[in-house]
């Protein structure tokens, strides 16, 4: 009881810092691995230099690292030595998630025609707009795609790249090849089931938690600890008590992300106010709100089926804002964030972890789903 | 010089027997790796399985297995013993280039809003028809370039997969890694030139050279060899003698592609008439066209400017088949395949490689690049 109290706590600012040098190295991996294909690019001319050089760009001022973390922190917490022979070859492995992070995004943004991410104009839209300025043949538009296409291939393989070239033991990769592996299936597997999910305004809670499992939970926090702690050599309650975690933790963390699509502020999430709902995304959030409007309140169910995913003016954000958060959705996965965040706390501290890493989790954990003010 | 002659003999029947066996052998490892998927497909429930139902018919249905066979007969060719210990490894490693192909083919009908391909739909026609048919929301070529986006991500997954499941020894990996990362980032750096050629209308030879080498020269004969010859442990002149080879093979088979897809039969291409015209394809033939029209034919240069690139009629197409026939240009690059076929075999015929494998070779680069007839 004691644990789970001072886990709702926030975090201590050692384990910040800790975070942000990691974070601050990830960077670094990847702007070397960057530099170690300058030569095959040059061969190929300027033509493919300068397209590179934007996904350079994307890659390196993304973000928190966020699964690269995750995945270090399973390899600390496991035994591993941050100060031993094996730490370089972990952290490379680590950073090559942000590959598959970066074609992850900038596919999803094509199939979203997602106009900016990160408040900056998405991969496609920059390429549209180097055809629209060189007044180039054909529609800008799809040419801007089928760059931010190939740019999201490149990624992803050299994902694989930076895995295989990391340096690790045989033994290692062997262990973690698996969870890699599976990360990429169920991670596509998630996309799409997203993609059909909006296409046939799938209402199910079924459909929208499993969307949340695998498009996000398992690949953010859960896959990345697994793969940590397989390098590490875990044992299996080690691997069970991050899983076990990971897979609540990455849900709250998704249901947050929900409630930030509808309610955020765009200045913190880099998208357009009411984003999902313009968009239509089929989220845990709108799938309790539908099922207590089609119990209580008919006119505002006729409400969220005739308006979302359609064009909306900034009064019918409003509004939709309103009838969801009457309905009580909000507050519904408010208190859902919390039960997973102690159910998640509980499996991590009943495990045999390393209590500096268990400290470091609650605090990624705490900030990956508390409410920001 | 006895070689050469009888090198532009077509190949023995003996060996034809061979590829088809060796093709079916690459289908049936595919369909086991597809087999092998279910239970992680099945999890994510039946709208994945039902989608990569089509990647798997697209993927067994596929072609000549023409890159997994160059890679056999890199192996084969530099000691490689199908008989042995290793074949079943190294034929998984093998099939695994098949899987680049499908995300390549099914990426590149993206971005060429190909409706067609292998005489059938494309994955992306497929999936549009599948939301037409359901009446879903929202425009349903969008959604079927989503998920053709998708499954092409997964197909590239898998062929890593699969390299990576092959069950090779470590050294043979560390030696193929080198190349199987190199053809991926040249494969797609090939693709965006094709891409950025087309839209900025790019007239160069040096060019269309260029894409050629990179899109499918290099990828298709040059890469598959050195990757098969690498897994067998071959020395360094075995290694340039196959890389000679493959890579004036390959030009020479896309040079034949680029007339095919000018003067081809829908029948044999599976491609509309003329579609490289409609499309406005950066080909060498077309390169040769324009240079000799600007030199002698300044109406001619006028007609293919204005038109290729364009919404063409039936008449417009035969015009354009005309005009580049009357400029010399096919005959020019008939002359080209000729010169390269002959360089490849000197190539080969001057390296220490299995005399079996080197017949079975100049068998496959004929049909590559012959007239059809």
Known sequence: MHRITAAVAPPSPDGRGKDAEFAASVTEVLDHFFASRDGELSRLGDVYVNAVRELRSFVLRGGKRIRPTFAWLGWLGAGGD????????????????????????????????????????????????????????????????????????????????????????????????????????????????????????????????????YKTAAYTVEQPLHFGAALAGADPRQIRAFRAFGRDIGVAFQLRDDLLGVFGDPAVTGKPVGDDLRQGKRTVLLAVALRTADAENPSAAGLLRDKIGTELSDNDIADLREAVHELGAADDIEARIDVLRQGAFSALDAAPIDPGIRDRLHGMAWSATRRSL
């Open 82 to 213: 941050e100060t031993g022979s094996q730490a370089d070859s972990v952290l490379r492995a680590c950073a090559a998630w942000e590959f598959i992070q970066a074609c992850a995004l900038i596919h999803d943004d094509v199939m979203d025609a997602s106009c900016t991410r990160r408040g900056e104009p998405s991969v496609h839209t920059r390429f549209a707009d180097v055809h629209r300025r060189a007044s180039w043949r054909n529609d800008p538009a799809k040419f801007g795609e089928s760059v931010a296409i190939l740019l999201g291939d490149l990624a992803l393989c050299w994902a694989d790249d930076l895995f295989h070239e990391a340096g690790l033991r045989s033994d290692q990769v062997a262990r973690a090849t698996h969870v890699w592996s599976a990360m990429r299936t169920e991670l596509i597997g998630g996309q799409l089931l997203d993609v059909v999910g909006e296409a046939s305004a799938d209402e199910s809670m079924e459909t929208a938690i499993r969307i949340d499992r």
